[in-house]
């Protein structure tokens, strides 16, 4: 029997692709920029499965156009480049990369918190400028991160994980979610669950763990920026749409917040170009799952779940169940 077709839209990691070609024919597009929307759609036509990452755009208008294609194997935890309505009408089934990456995720959300309040990025250039001529007593002060009060904006697992990491420090932990925790799972993170306006009004830190949807879009704009103590920091490690980029150069410019520690921006790789003016911003280019060990694991896990698919098994991280249901209750003699 020939394999089933597979495409990967763009660079991968040669260990995964040679599981891959084990069960299906790879079309293997190795390069960094990927494909545009048209290219996608073409290289698409007879492949059973799609190997994508954060820069495809799957909106409903290319999803229509694929035919045959029974799964989307996506690299990572937030699928906002996939429109998963219409890919559930189209019978496609979505997977994603979830658990692997909390901790990594998290490590960075902390480190971006620690940079911020202690100036890290701006002591550095301070020193690689060669403007250190003498120590002084108040040089490069900063603010401290233990025994301050971290507001967590959306407690899954990447926010829990970094309420873990915050204990360590000693914060006092509020949170918002639009669900609350059960009462055992706040005390073992030591965590209050509060409204989103309480949680601005009171944190000295805020980081933002939320997925970007039609509700979280530009949720944290100029109104909850200026909630903010002035003294405050913000992080945000999910995406950058959750935040209104215009709105947060004002706040960093006029000093509504102290500062910002940004792994994720509107109009990705674009930059608002106010950031780069703003040396109270720590940036990193979306690398928050980037770690050797966390990148292999969630690739790994992509090309699992796009052989299940391959082989007729539920993949293992499955995010439109229905479409599995319609397809595993479906006459054996559908084909
Ligand atoms: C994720 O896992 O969602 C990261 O942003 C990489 O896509």
């Known amino acids: 029997m020939p394999k089933p077709k597979v495409l990967v839209t763009k660079r991968f990691f040669p260990e995964p692709i040679a599981v891959l070609a084990e069960h299906a024919e790879v079309d293997y597009e190795a390069t960094d920029e990927g494909l545009t929307p048209a290219a996608l759609v073409a290289r698409a036509q007879g492949k059973r499965a799609m190997i994508t ?3 495809d755009q799957l909106g409903r208008d290319v999803l229509s156009q694929f035919t045959g294609l029974g799964v989307i194997a996506h690299f990572g935890v937030g699928y906002d480049n996939i429109d998963l309505h219409a890919a559930t009408e189209h019978g496609i089934m979505v997977t994603n990369t979830p658990g692997v990456l909390d901790d990594t995720t998290a490590d960075l959300a902390f480190a971006l918190m620690l940079a911020a309040a202690r ?5 550095h250039n301070f020193i690689q400028r060669g403007d250190w001529k003498r120590w002084t007593l108040d040089l490069m002060m900063g603010r401290d991160v233990h025994h301050r009060t971290l507001g967590i904006l959306g407690m899954g697992r990447i926010g ?10 000693s914060m006092r932990i509020l949170y918002h979610n639009r669900t609350r925790l059960p009462l055992e799972m706040e005390s073992a993170l030591e965590a209050e669950w509060v409204s989103k306006e309480r949680l601005l009004r009171e944190s000295d830190f805020v980081s933002i763990h939320l997925p970007l949807t039609a509700e979280t879009r530009h949720s944290m704009g100029e109104s909850e920026l200026r909630m903010m103590k002035p003294d405050a920091v913000l992080v945000n490690t999910a995406r950058g749409l959750v935040v209104d980029e215009e709105a947060l150069v004002r706040a960093l410019k006029e000093k509504w917040i102290a500062g910002a520690g940004l792994d994720v921006f509107e109009r990705e790789p674009r930059l608002h170009p106010g950031l780069l003016e703003c040396p109270n911003a720590v940036l990193t280019p979306h690398v928050g ?3 050797v060990d966390t990148r292999m694991k969630m690739a790994m896990m992509t090309v699992d779940n ?3 698919a391959l082989r007729g098994q539920r993949p293992p991280n499955l995010l439109n169940a229905s479409v599995w249901d319609r397809w595993a209750s479906r006459p054996a003699s559908a084909g």
């Open 160 to 169: 829990q994980a970094l309420a873990r990491r915050a204990r360590g420090f």
């Open 119 to 123: 100036r890290i990025t701006e002591a």
């Open 53 to 55: 990452q954060v820069t």
């Open 306 to 308: 796009a052989v299940a």
């Open 289 to 291: 799952s980037s770690t």
